[in-house]
Nanobody
Framework: VQLVESGGEAAQAGGSVRLSCVASRYSGNNYCMAWFRQAPGKEREQVATIDSDGSTSYLDSVKGRFTVSQDSAKNILYLQMNSLKPEDTAMYYC???????????????????WGRGTQVTVS
C-alpha cells in the first residue's frame, strides 16, 4: 500500500483545512485508516481513525472539530479540520493497516503503512 498526503497549509486560528490521503497498490485486504500527527519535540499522536465499516474514533482534543471520512471508490482518506488552534500545528500523517489486525481504531502491531506527511501550521 502506498499513501500520499496533501492539503497541508498555513492557516489562521479558527480557520479550516482539509487533508487528503490517496491510497494505491492495495493487496485486496480491507484496510483500516488513520491520521496521526507529530509536532516538533512531541510524541506522535493518533488523531482519528476510520474502519472499513465507517466506524470512527478521535483524539479527545479534536472531537467536534475534526472529521475523518473516506471515498472508498477513489481510495481517498480525508481529514476535515475546523476551528483550528495553534496547538494543531504538526506534520500530519496518513496510515493504514489491514483491518483483520485492528479493533476499534487500534491495531495490534500498530499501523505499518505510512505516508510521508503534510505540514499544517496554525497561527
Amino acid at each position: 500500500v502506498q499513501l500520499v498526503e496533501s492539503g497541508g497549509e498555513a492557516a489562521q486560528a479558527g480557520g479550516s483545512v482539509r487533508l487528503s490521503c490517496v491510497a494505491s497498490r492495495y493487496s485486496g485486504n480491507n484496510y483500516c485508516m488513520a491520521w496521526f500527527r507529530q509536532a516538533p519535540g512531541k510524541e506522535r499522536e493518533q488523531v482519528a481513525t476510520i474502519d472499513s465499516d465507517g466506524s470512527t474514533s478521535y483524539l479527545d482534543s479534536v472531537k467536534g472539530r475534526f472529521t475523518v471520512s473516506q471515498d472508498s471508490a477513489k481510495n481517498i482518506l480525508y481529514l476535515q479540520m475546523n476551528s483550528l488552534k495553534p496547538e494543531d500545528t504538526a506534520m500530519y500523517y496518513c496510515a493504514a493497516e489491514p483491518c483483520v489486525y485492528c479493533s476499534g481504531g487500534d491495531c495490534y502491531n500498530g499501523y505499518n503503512y505510512w505516508g510521508r506527511g503534510t505540514q499544517v501550521t496554525v497561527s
